[in-house]
């Protein structure tokens, strides 16, 4: 898988403005970028032909602390490392892809749509970050932010079945969606589940006839959405504006603490 590098300010406001034009040149093993800057912020890992294991490994060089593309996408806040896994922002990507695609990951961080890939989620849970931030945006540009402690993926051969759990009352705005997904194995339209729900909804997803929540749906500008049949296919978290209401930001991500 192929991730365009980038550099851009993470928080819920969502400045888009501040996004950094980017190219990757093939040098060394994370290769050296050339940018293009907005205001007075610095670029991430110019002239660096250092190779770094993870984020966690980056953040421990000492040498960058600012959240941006790497190999992957780093957020960095509080010294906790963070592996942003998923995220639609603008709705330039389609997430109605093929179980090989999800498997290995696809789209561009440099675009603000993509999906890291089903082995390197597993890496990640495996290495311990099992930590679970889904942060979601309306249209009104309202944020809500839900956490869980305990994110596991099983292996290739269990079709990445999901252990999802530890739902954090504290530090969640809205109730649980996801625990409904626990157990679940991985289904694409041309991997399906039982029940058919990733051919009906059009993404890839841990179904269980269906899902409460819905990142990997289909991105509708404005909000409210009428499906193109009888399953709703948008992005949707249940108890935050329903089912047929498409959000305009999401994003996963997974950490230590």
């Keep these: 898988m192929h991730l365009s590098l980038t550099y851009h300010i993470d928080g819920s406001s969502l400045r888009q403005n501040m996004l950094l034009l980017l190219s990757l040149l093939a040098v060394g093993s994370l290769g050296s970028i050339k940018c293009i800057l907005l205001g007075d912020e610095t670029a ?3 002239g660096d032909v250092v190779q770094y294991k993870d984020c966690d490994d980056i953040l421990k060089s000492g040498k960058y602390q600012k ?8 957020d960095f806040g509080l010294n906790i490392v963070t592996h942003v896994i998923m995220q639609q922002k603008y709705g330039l990507v389609s997430f109605n892809k093929s179980y090989k695609d999800y498997d290995s990951g696809f789209g561009n961080v440099s675009e603000g749509d993509f999906w890291i890939g089903l082995q390197n989620m597993t890496k990640y849970t495996n290495a311990g970050y099992n930590v679970l931030t889904l942060t979601m945006q309306d249209w009104s540009n309202q944020t809500k932010v839900v956490r869980y402690n305990n994110f596991r993926l099983g292996t290739a051969a269990e079709g990445y079945r999901l252990t999802i759990g530890g739902y954090h009352s504290a530090n969640s705005d809205l109730p649980d969606n996801l625990y409904h997904n626990n157990g679940a194995r991985f289904a694409t339209p041309d991997k399906p589940d039982t029940q058919n729900c990733a ?4 993404g890839g997803w841990w179904y269980n ?3 409460f929540t819905l990142p990997t749906g289909h991105y509708y500008s404005g909000g409210s959405y009428t499906p193109p049949a009888s399953y709703y296919n948008g992005i949707y978290y249940k108890d935050w504006h329903g089912f047929a209401y498409s959000l305009k930001y999401i994003k996963m991500e997974l950490s230590t603490a």
């Design 209 to 211: 006839y269906c899902t």
């Design 44 to 46: 991430l890992n110019v």
């Design 67 to 74: 959240p941006g593309a790497y190999l992957v996408y780093c």
């Design 199 to 202: 051919t009906n909804q059009g």
